[in-house]
Structures are given as structure tokens and as C-alpha cells.
């Protein structure tokens, strides 16, 4: 069993940055050799793949974050990042980290206008 997580969410003004962190705890022994993603979901809308990290540190990140978003990891410290740097409203959801069939409880983004 795999425990995870979120933290960092907030209000911010567009434009603004926040730094989402997620703590994995459990049967973690193999954290390293995960691929960790990071989620959203908006209200209405369906969950959407945000960004993902792979064992070596490889990326991947939807179109509509590139640029602007940066995902990370800590193995030490079983922690997944997400730095996300000039928000937009329409980034706001609440965003999920996701690490095989297991997922944190989320943390909420809002940004205004």
C-alpha cells in the first residue's frame, strides 16, 4: 500500500507561480523506479494528464503547460514537485500526483484573473 500526499495548493493571481510537493509513503521500497505523473481536474471536465517523470528523469508534459511547468523528483525524500510558473485561470483544478494505481487526495489550484 502506497500513501501520497499533495500540498502546496493556493489562490494566485495570474501570472503568479506555486510549488506543488507530494510525500509518498508505504511500501515505497521501489519509488525510484516509478514513473510519477502529476494530474488536474477541473470542475466539469475529465482528469487530464499534467506532466509525467520517468526513473531517469525524463519528461513529458501536456501541450498546454510546457514552458511554463516543471515536474521533479527527490528519491531520498520520496517527493514528487511540480513548479508551475505563470498561472493562467484556466490552470486552476485540483491537482493530483499519481504513482502506479495509487493517488493522493489532490490539492487545490486557483488562479484569478
Known amino acids: 500500500q502506497v500513501h501520497l500526499v499533495e500540498s502546496g495548493g493556493g489562490l494566485v493571481q495570474a501570472g503568479g507561480s506555486l510549488s506543488l510537493s507530494c510525500v509518498a509513503s508505504?511500501?515505497?521500497?521501489?519509488?525510484?523506479?516509478?514513473?510519477l505523473n502529476w494530474y488536474r481536474q477541473a470542475a466539469g471536465k475529465q482528469r487530464e494528464l499534467v506532466a509525467a517523470?520517468?526513473?531517469?528523469?525524463?519528461?513529458n508534459y501536456a501541450d498546454s503547460v510546457k514552458g511554463r511547468f516543471t515536474i521533479s523528483r527527490d528519491n531520498a525524500k520520496k517527493t514528487l514537485y511540480l513548479q508551475m510558473n505563470n498561472l493562467k485561470p484556466e490552470d486552476t483544478a485540483v491537482y493530483y500526483c499519481?504513482?502506479?494505481?495509487?493517488w493522493g487526495e489532490g490539492t487545490l489550484v486557483t488562479v484569478s484573473s
Open positions: 499519481n504513482l502506479q494505481d495509487y
Open positions: 508505504g511500501s515505497v521500497l521501489r519509488y525510484p523506479v516509478y514513473v
Open positions: 517523470i520517468s526513473r531517469l528523469g525524463n519528461t
